[in-house]
């Protein structure tokens, strides 16, 4: 039971079908399965081997999937490189994981470089998609028609994939094969995937939500992905008309972008079926929009920890349970329980706000590298999400907080310690708190408290030049606002977040933005 049985499964049983389309490009199931085989033979002939990490620091394109597919088949392990991500941020990742090689596109190798440089370990093994970045792909490819007999089981990894940490550090969550899996079956029933659909994925493979989440299923499922590059809105309907796209998920921003899209009546939207949104809840006017326009709207939540995808609302529920990301998914459980109660799991009264914690065979094993973290997530069996639920009496998941201090920017999740660990070392800084304010694009953007030590006068303007060579753009602090009052803190010396989101509700309150 391994991920590389797909491929070799639609080869057979339908060989011409579509499996994959990017640019002009289209690739058959068969064609994929043998140009997978030779770069599995290719990558095992240069010495990866199973369990061997490798990283892929690319923008979407068809090798991006061949890389995993053909992991898949020799039980290496992939570990997507964030593109947004700086070489330190990357260096860092790339280290602790442990990678035996790193696959670089032609636009990245500058980047990729500069992120291996300064490790100080043995070398690491450079692929190229392209020339000037070591060995590359053409020329790696091996033997085509050998599948490669190297046995690998459910509970071999096939995936590490490194999320920001409430420490500041970023940990790797470890997928499975089954855990995929399981994550894929559900979301083939829940899209009701079939061999005819059509998916269309213009967002980052890069993050857990373009490669797991919305990839996998399309590909366990037998389904055909058309890849994008990136998100554009008038690109997007002209390509939901024009490849007669069936299936297509977002997170909100995307769709009132598309909703308000000048000439939206002028598209031929009909072949879409399922239509998706997750990261954030969809906003009532935004879903009556979205129904008036013919478009019913089912919405997910997941988190990387769980491959992405635990729960789903039916777009027949979407207006009878506004504000709820759904039902737990097939083989997926749920419950509420106390929050402060950190070693145990203490349930809340039916009905009642806690913690949401999960189980099912989609639950990450754990944390890369780090049992402290992993013992804290994982407790009797069950995923603590950090998010603050209820859950009614008819089992639907309404999410009402983060209980960690993650904010989501236009669906990317944010996490405060890691912009306070670069702005707290910087000279003349004492204090810094960073919470998420209201933003009409992004839902949420991050704001920096900062407190100047005695006698220090700090310039706004160079705070964020040290967060812009430390910070991908999207964890970059908006806004820095110098205090001159301390933070305020509890009894045990905590900075009180909560209070803070308060006192900046009025975003006159935050003054310019910096970038």
């Known amino acids: 039971m391994n991920l590389g049985n797909a491929v070799r499964f639609w080869s057979s049983w339908n060989p011409d079908g ?11 199931w068969a064609e994929l399965h043998e140009r997978t085989n030779g770069l599995a033979n290719g990558l095992a002939s240069a010495g990866i081997a199973k369990g061997d990490r490798v990283g892929i620091l690319s923008g979407n394109c068809l090798e991006y999937l061949e890389l995993a597919i053909a992991g898949y088949k020799i039980g290496s392990i992939l570990v ?60 790696l490819r091996g033997d085509q028609t ?59 493979l890069s993050f857990t939500g373009g490669l797991v989440s919305m990839w996998a299923p399309t590909y366990v499922g037998g389904a055909t992905l058309v890849l994008d ?66 478009l019913p709207m089912s919405q997910g939540y997941g988190l ?12 027949a ?5 506004l504000g709820s990301c759904g039902q737990p998914m097939m083989h997926t459980r749920a419950r509420t329980v106390d929050p402060d109660a950190e070693n145990e799991l203490v349930d809340v009264a039916d009905g009642e706000v806690g913690e949401l914690i999960l189980s099912g065979p989609e639950i990450m094993l754990g944390y890369w590298n780090d049992p402290d973290a992993t013992a804290q997530t994982l407790v009797e069996g069950w995923l603590r999400t950090g998010d603050l639920a209820r859950i009614d009496d008819e089992g639907y998941v309404f ?10 920017s236009g669906g990317l999740n944010v996490y405060p310690a890691e912009i306070e660990a670069v702005l707290a070392g910087i000279d003349g800084v004492a204090e810094c708190a960073v919470i998420g304010v209201p933003d009409e694009k992004w839902g949420e953007t991050p704001a920096a408290l900062i407190g100047a030590a005695p006698d220090v006068d700090l310039d706004p303007t160079a705070l964020a030049a040290v967060c812009r060579d430390n910070l991908a753009d999207y964890k970059r602090p908006r806004f820095i606002v110098l205090r001159d009052e301390p933070l305020p803190r509890g009894m045990s010396g905590k900075v009180l977040k909560r209070q803070l989101r308060d006192e900046y509700e009025d975003r006159s309150r935050l003054g310019p933005a910096v970038h």
Request: net charge negative.
């Open 18 to 28: 579509e499996a994959v389309i990017v640019d002009d490009r289209i690739v058959s």
């Open 80 to 139: 997507p490189l964030n593109v947004r991500l700086t070489p330190p941020e990357l260096s860092y990742i790339i280290d602790h994981a442990g990678c035996s090689a790193v696959v670089a596109d032609h636009e990245l190798t500058g980047l990729g470089a500069e992120a291996l440089d300064v490790l100080p370990h043995t070398p690491i093994g450079r692929i190229g998609l392209a020339e000037g970045f070591g060995t590359t792909f053409a020329d």
């Open 146 to 204: 050998a599948d490669p007999a190297v046995d690998v089981a459910a509970d071999d990894l096939a995936y590490i994939c490194y999320t920001s940490g409430t420490t500041g550090t970023p940990k790797g969550a470890m997928l499975s094969h089954g855990n995929v899996l399981a994550m894929s079956h559900n979301r083939i029933l829940a899209d009701n995937l079939t061999t005819t659909s059509r998916v269309y994925l213009p967002f980052p």
């Open 229 to 294: 590059r990136h998100v554009d809105p008038t690109r997007t309907l002209q390509m939901i008309q024009d490849q007669a796209i069936t299936n297509f998920s977002a997170v909100p921003v995307i769709w009132e972008m598309l909703v308000n899209h000048p000439n939206l009546a002028d598209y031929d939207l009909a072949s879409l079926t399922i239509i998706g949104s997750g990261g954030a809840a969809v906003p009532a006017a935004l879903l009556e929009r979205l129904q008036a326009a013919g």
């Open 304 to 315: 990387t920890e769980g491959a992405g995808m635990n729960c789903w609302l039916n777009a």
């Open 317 to 321: 529920d979407a207006e009878r349970k």
């Open 399 to 408: 999410i009402v907080d983060r209980s960690k201090d993650m904010l989501i």
